[in-house]
């Protein structure tokens, strides 16, 4: 058996296939992020959303992550591949059963062969069998290791759905809030009309004043009422679309609304990244540590595929019982037992685990390349995010400065016109060039809400202090560690 475990061993190692090399993640990084100007704050932590201080948005959030249909259908993958990590550790140890039967017959006694004088036999059997395929060359050890790869994998893309979600919400959310705003401002607006034009038909009465005037008011307090019906609309559609991410059920999606808390304006604005931050706190984001194990899994399969080139070794065993009557099944003469230990080698095989080795080669290669585009696209996310946080906030502040000078603008062509210094064209310009700029106040406002949650989207959830940062990256180095507890 030795000579012979030695000299398959020979001939598998003569033609031993060279593995691919494992390749190591080295992502070019810069030493930080570019400085924010603006509050700094300590810490904002994973719960990102509740930096803009809004228990309503809060709510909403626990009940999306709770209830969401995409996010239970990652759950829902994520035992699948548990359960396929089970199957990987099981192939590692021995296979244990038990057989019984129990059978009865007879023989002719006129046959070619001569019998004894029972014709009629009885027997029963019961046996305990037991097989091992020993991992010498890690085979099944490698196959594990990619399970446990899959499963954080999977786990990483679930964190990946939660982020996009969460992100979904508070968008939602504050486009809900600026559409509520728009509503409000459209029926003040409107009131104002309508007080304008009960004062300009008075005025027309009496003479003061002429039909075009009034008309004119009256084209402006409807074309109010128009904006009107339509942001109704708007706030339902937008109702609905919230209620989905939220999971709703159908009947709760069309009877129920969604609870408002903080108004546009009174959502608090989060604070800006901190200086000096470091760059690879981006490396936390959920999909590139899923794009992470996914490279591990493609190594882990190599070495599975190399493992292929060795010899099988295996080893059976039985122990139980045989005897024609049962009342002697379990005495000492009816026992039985086996041992029994096979091996097997690959001699030829037309190169097919060379192949195999060089697919799982390939497939290493594309991970890695997968990783490194979603290295670029993280940090194209994040400058974009950067980007339109800092324009939205310096929209915010001009179109605050214009809608003040517009106010008073409007005020001096009022005035103007009671005085029969200009005509009304002038007053009705002023004001639908105000009302038009208290929507772009609340579109600023809003465009820059959203940016902040695109923001801490592209950030991977949130940053914290630069040591806290540093802790969070040390923690997910260790992969198998963190396998280890799953």
Known sequence: MRN?????SLLALS??????PMKQIKPDLPTAWPTETGQVADNVAADWWKAYNDPALDALMAEALAHNRDLALAA????????????AEADRYPEVGIDGNVGRSRVTGKGNLPVGSELINNNFKLNLQAAWEIDLWGRYREASAAARADLLATEFARHGIQSSLTSAVAQSYF???ALDANLKLAQETLANRREAVKLQRLRFEGGVSSELVLRQTEAEAASIEVSLAQLAQQVRQQELALAVLLGRDPRTLIQASVTRGASLFQLALPPAIPAGLPSDLLLRRPDLRQAEQKLLISQARIREAGAAIYPNLSLTANLGSESK??????SGPASIWGLAAGISQTIFNAGRTEAAVKAAGARQ???LIAYEQSVQVAFKEVFDALVSHRQARETSLAEAVRTKALKRATELAELRFKNGVS???EVLDARRTLFQTEQGSIEARLLQL???ANLFKAMGGGWGTEAESRTVLKAGDNTEKLAATQ
């Open 423 to 425: 005509n009304y064209l």
């Open 365 to 367: 290669d594309q991970a």
């Open 175 to 177: 486009g809900l809030a």
């Open 76 to 87: 829902a993958r994520i035992e699948e591949v548990r359960a396929n990590l089970g199957l």
């Open 325 to 330: 009557a049962l009342s002697d099944l379990f």
């Open 15 to 20: 033609g031993c296939v060279t593995l691919p």
């Open 4 to 8: 012979s475990l030695i000299l398959i």
């Open 450 to 452: 959203v940016a902040t």
